[in-house]
């Protein structure tokens, strides 16, 4: 028979940290702990194989599964000495979820299960703790009514609060034994009264209905949102882990916490982590106490400390990597729950990494494959401008739980997060505390604010592996409704607030923030990375590892991207330059003029501006190449719309309002993304090419005389037949030739086309006849291919996704089944023509790491990204080398 159950206890283990895929993280760790002599409480893990059948089969679960359950839980038993609902000495056990990749908090947890009238006597007898045996049966009452039944927590919570307001106590741990006792009577009743049933006694209805629930839990709506944004898939679903209880909530001399190997914010080679006295691990997690930092308990219980310490170290150099543990202390008694690779921002992961090197316990590959780029874009997020003119007001102070800064609109609910957010507001996600239904909002949010929890709640630990700047426990704001008050002052929603993750500060107003600068521990990372990217070995190809060039329209984003290592220009938008001031009205008269004469007269104008534009580029990029596509959207862009502006235009221009707006109206298109824009604008008003390509070499013999080293790539937009390719590059190069015969110079310029129409992907071996080069246009093939305005899909894709009638979206990663199946075709046709082509792309897909890791595998040569995007695509094209030879 199928093994569906795996057991762990005494040294010995049925499973190993290899076993991720069928163990989930969790229960692969534990068992691999235990081999290891590592102090585990013993228990069994159900295998994410059986979650997988559990859904194909109706949450049936398969035959076998649950003798096996029973099987394991008598081999317990046995171990521990204890059964379940024994009246005189019971087992309890907890059962977890446990993924193969870790989703912290989002599937669901049953402590104290075992726990019942005849139970609760007993332990209260062996232990001689009555008020520890009536606290872990009040708890597991709540969390199974709650996690397996349904029940609304708020029900039980507002008992509680009921109950210590009339004892006239704070704590729940100033309650005694005879208050939990009365707690436990008011907890039955109202589960009585909601569930039409008395709470169930059996242990093993209640074992049954919790691995239900936990399986249930893999599907609920926050962990399949958690999965999308973090683009988890391919995976069989979650592992049930059931384990003996040990317990932190037994007295003074016990408790609970979580701690890193290292500093999850930082990276820093610092042992971090809180723990609560007398509580259990939920307790910490859920923002309710706040705990105490790890290193106060070197002085409260040395002995306890210097165990924990040796136990993160070995764990550490086991894995090889920070590891993220929580422990139980039982009468000063140390175990390890769990232990898994910590989430950390993406300045701990760039820190950890480089360390690890360092410390000879990774090498530079496994440094460069541990990052993810998700991970390295945070390092790239904005701070607080220092030199901002206005003074920001400090309101409030709390734990710096997730780096970076964020300024938005106050909203105090995660629906309404993700409500703003759609229609292009920026908000702050502020709440008392979060819980794994707000993660939509927090993924939304530029930042999260909550007024209690630790550095180890919900809020700070979801933050850090998203990237979001949070701060966390500030106490000083006191949240009621849809408003927070702060030192007298109220702050309403929709009230701007700027919060910085990395200090801890919350600030009244809107915020400039600005963009930090490569660090010396980022610097020699990336360099890691170009030498992977620039070693790996693709056959046919002179380019063995793929080009990071960048998308830039001005010489500052060509000197900012170039800092961040790119290696070119895939992209330089000659229409941007147009809207220059100066710039437009010129062109503006262009496009108005009756007569070819009178049109070149206007380019004229503009010949010596565009030739400063390119020049300034030229500069910028010294030595690398610069590929310069010419005009490309419709004339009807560039003139005004409204009767004011016609106007000023029409006065400025010497044109009576009237004539100007009937030429305007002569330029409106019924749809003019598939109108007369690109090599159609060339073609019918060839005097515009002529101008912007006679602007390039000029400036690039210019710069060239100045003692440049120039690599200028002239790019046709939007063409479709050969005809048209043929006719543009020969018009082109008439034009270049004729410079530089002027000049009596030679430079090396090449002449090249985008490939955005699919008509061009089909028929690209004879495109390439007439063309140097190509550059994939993935934004407009995209939206060719689909049918999809760019502009106005964003109105049903979220719907798409969501239906899984789309699986990404496909203007941010790229359709590999359909656009990727032209791009391939191209690059295959293409090279047929003319086989050491040069091959790149300059959609927005160039800055993807799914995207770039496709056109590594189809033999582009380069991708080209937004400045920022840089480092991120370096690393990715660095990870498609890694996974290519793996």
């Known amino acids: 028979m199928e093994k569906f159950v795996y057991f762990f206890g005494n040294g010995k283990a049925d499973g190993n940290a290899g076993m991720k895929e069928l163990l989930g993280g969790k229960g692969a760790n534990l068992a691999e702990m235990t081999n290891l002599g590592i102090p585990v409480p013993p228990g069994f893990t159900i295998s994410t194989a059986v979650c997988r059948a559990y859904y194909e089969n109706d949450r049936t679960y398969p035959s076998g599964v649950l003798n096996q359950v029973d099987e394991n839980l008598d081999k317990l038993e046995k171990l521990m000495g204890k059964k379940l609902g024994d009246p005189e000495d019971p087992l309890l056990v907890s059962v977890r979820s446990g993924a193969a990749v870790s989703m912290p908090g989002m599937m669901d947890t049953i402590l104290n299960l075992g726990m019942n009238d005849q139970a609760v006597r007993g332990i209260s007898s062996q232990t001689g703790n009555p008020r520890f045996a009536w606290d872990a049966y009040r708890r597991f009452i709540q969390m199974f009514a709650n996690v397996a039944m349904g029940m609304d927590i708020d029900v039980f919570e507002e008992i509680l609060a009921k109950m ?180 950390r921002t993406g300045a701990a992961a760039v820190k950890c990494a480089v360390d690890m090197v360092d410390e000879k316990l990774i090498d530079e590959e496994t440094a460069v494959s541990r990052v993810s780029p998700a991970q390295l874009d945070q390092l790239f997020h904005p701070n607080i401008d220092p030199k901002q003119k206005q003074v920001m007001e400090l309101i409030a102070t709390g734990l710096n739980a997730s780096p970076g800064a964020a300024t938005g609109q106050v909203v105090f609910s995660a629906e309404e997060a993700e409500r703003w957010v759609a229609v292009g507001q920026k908000v702050l996600l502020v709440r008392k505390e979060t819980s794994p239904e707000d993660i939509g909002g927090m993924h939304a949010a530029e930042g999260v604010l909550t007024s209690t929890g630790g550095m180890t709640s919900h809020a700070a630990v979801v933050a850090r592996g998203m990237g979001t700047p949070c701060v966390a426990g500030c106490k000083d704001i006191v949240i009621t409704g849809k408003s927070f008050t702060v030192g007298g002052k109220k702050y309403k929603e929709g009230d701007w607030i700027t919060i910085n993750g990395t200090t801890g500060n919350v600030y009244s107003g809107k915020a400039i923030l600005s963009v930090p600068k490569m660090t010396q521990d980022l610097t020699r990372f990336l360099s890691w990375t170009d030498k992977i990217r620039k070693s790996a070995v693709r056959p046919g190809l002179k380019d063995k590892g793929i080009v990071i060039r960048t998308n830039a329209d001005q010489p500052n984003d060509a000197k900012v991207a170039r800092s961040f290592g790119a290696e070119g220009i895939g992209l330089c938008r000659t229409e941007h330059m147009f809207f220059d001031d100066g710039k437009l009205e010129i062109f503006q008269e262009m496009i108005v003029s009756d007569t070819l004469e009178d049109r070149k007269a206007a380019l004229k104008k503009l010949l010596p501006l565009q030739k400063k534009d390119f020049a300034g580029i030229f500069k910028a990029m010294n030595g690398l190449p610069v590929t310069i596509r010419l005009l490309d959207p419709p004339l009807h862009e560039f003139v ?45 008003y060839p005097e515009i090419y002529e101008m912007q390509v006679e602007a390039i070499m000029l400036a690039a013999c210019d710069v060239v005389k100045s003692g440049g080293d120039i690599h200028p790539e002239i790019m046709i937009p939007l063409v479709g037949t050969r005809e048209e390719t043929q006719i543009m590059h020969d018009r082109i190069e008439a034009v270049a030739q004729d410079v530089l015969a002027r000049r009596k110079m030679s430079i090396n310029y090449s002449v090249g086309t ?121 690393l990715a094209a660095a990870q498609a080398a890694i996974a290519a030879r793996t």
């Open 754 to 874: 985008m490939i955005e129409i699919p008509r061009a992907a089909m028929t690209a071996d004879e495109i390439a006849e007439h063309a140097d080069f190509f550059s994939f246009g993935t934004n407009d093939l995209t939206q060719m291919t689909y049918g999809f305005s760019r502009d106005d899909a964003g109105s049903f894709i979220p719907l798409y996704l969501e239906q899984n009638i789309l699986h990404h979206d496909p203007f941010s990663s790229i359709d590999i089944s359909g656009v990727g199946r032209l791009v391939a075709t191209a690059v295959e046709l293409g090279r047929k023509t003319k086989p050491d082509m040069k091959m790149g792309v300059c959609g927005e897909h160039g800055g993807d790491p799914r995207s770039i890791e496709f056109f590594y595998k189809t033999g582009l040569n380069y991708v080209s990204c937004s400045p920022f995007r840089v480092p991120v695509a370096r």
């Open 640 to 684: 005004p719309s409204t009767v004011k502006d016609i106007k000023t235009i029409s006065d400025e221009l010497g044109i009576k309002p009237a004539k100007l707006r009937e030429k305007i109206a002569n330029l409106k298109e019924a749809n003019p993304m598939l109108g007369h824009r690109g090599c159609r604008l060339g073609i019918t």
């Open 164 to 343: 210590k307001k009339n004892k006239g106590v704070e704590l729940d741990t100033q309650l005694d034994a005879g208050d939990l006792e009365k707690l436990v009577g008011l907890y039955k009743q109202a589960y009585k009264k909601h569930k039409k049933e008395e709470f169930p006694q059996d242990p093993k209805k209640q074992l049954k209905a919790a691995i239900d629930a936990v399986f249930g839990s893999w599907n609920n709506p926050q962990a399949i949102k958690y999965r999308k944004i973090n683009a988890i898939d391919g995976l069989l679903g979650t592992a049930v882990n059931v384990q003996t209880m040990v317990f932190g909530n037994f007295g003074d001399t016990s408790g609970t916490g979580v701690c890193f190997s290292r500093d999850p914010s930082t990276g820093k080679n610092v042992f971090y982590g809180e723990y609560l006295m007398n509580a259990q691990g939920e307790d910490v997690v859920a923002g309710i106490r706040t705990p105490e930092p790890i290193s106060s308990l070197k002085k409260t219980n040395p002995e306890a400390y210097r165990k924990l310490v040796a136990l993160k170290d070995r764990l550490e150099n086991h894995y090889r990597d920070m590891q993220d543990m929580e422990f139980t202390l039982q009468e000063g008694e140390l175990f390890i729950l769990q232990t898994r690779n910590a989430k």
